[in-house]
């Protein structure tokens, strides 16, 4: 069945940096755009960014525009999310999701996720 | 683009519990549900505002109109107990989540 696996959650300094992967196995990767959302400790549902199916479209929320960037290697079945100029207000747990085909931005799948802590 | 839920709702077990997403000329857009409990990730349970994923269960059904999208569970039981989120695509503003209701049934 589909899973994705997300890793690279740690502790980090304000202002460090930090790089997440997600690994997904169980369906043909490159044919999917896939997302980073995350969720602060006790708060909602924040998308942050999403890159298309063979990586050369991407966007981020106004929040990481400017600190996080995101990519994939298709040929690792990988996502990932580089962290930069990291924030207190950053701490979340972080979700890859999988995109249904078709559009309308469904995500379909979810991975169990990585928590980020930032703190000194 | 904003999307406005309700903070929290009580069902009674065996109940019906709606839980509405308010936004501006909502019912032109495709609303999708999450279902969150606990310690865990999020699971689709209502896409496109009206369609059921496989293995949701028939109790979960979707409408949008106006100004307000709506989930109902139906014949509510305690493992409908979570967090649901409502979102939509949004060309300025990309991905856009509601602020997540907590169902508590009673």
């Known amino acids: 069945q589909v899973q994705l696996v997300e890793s690279g959650g740690d502790l980090v300094k304000p202002g460090g940096s930090l790089r997440l992967s997600c690994a997904a196995s169980?369906?043909?990767?490159?044919?999917?755009?896939m997302s980073w959302i995350r969720q602060a400790p006790g708060k909602g549902l924040e998308w942050i960014s999403y890159?298309?199916?063979?990586?050369?479209?991407?966007d981020y929320a106004d929040s990481v525009k400017g600190r996080f960037t995101i990519s994939r290697d298709n040929a690792r079945n990988s996502l990932y999310l580089q962290m930069d100029s990291l924030r207190a207000d950053d701490t979340a747990v972080y979700y890859c999701?999988?995109?249904?085909?078709?559009?309308?931005?469904?995500?379909?799948?979810w991975g169990q996720g990585t928590l980020v802590t930032v703190s000194s | 683009y904003e999307l406005t839920q309700p903070l929290s709702l009580s069902v009674a077990l065996g109940q019906t519990a709606t839980i509405t997403c308010g936004g501006s000329?909502?019912?032109?857009?495709?609303v999708h549900w999450y279902q969150q409990k606990p310690g865990q990730a999020p699971i689709l349970v209502i896409y496109?505002?009206?369609n059921r994923p496989s293995g949701i269960p028939e109790r979960f059904s979707g409408s949008n109109s106006g100004n307000t999208a709506t989930l109902t569970i139906s014949r509510a039981q305690a493992e409908d107990e979570a967090d649901y989120y409502c979102?939509?695509?949004?060309?300025?503003?990309?991905?856009?989540f509601g602020g997540g209701t907590k169902v508590t049934v009673l």
């Open positions: 890159i298309s199916n063979r990586g050369r479209t991407m």
């Open positions: 979102q939509v695509w949004d060309s300025g503003t990309v991905v856009v």
């Open positions: 496109r505002s009206t």
């Open positions: 169980a369906f043909t990767f490159g044919d999917y755009y």
């Open positions: 999701a999988r995109e249904a085909p078709g559009g309308g931005t469904i995500f379909d799948y």
């Open positions: 000329n909502v019912g032109i857009k495709n």
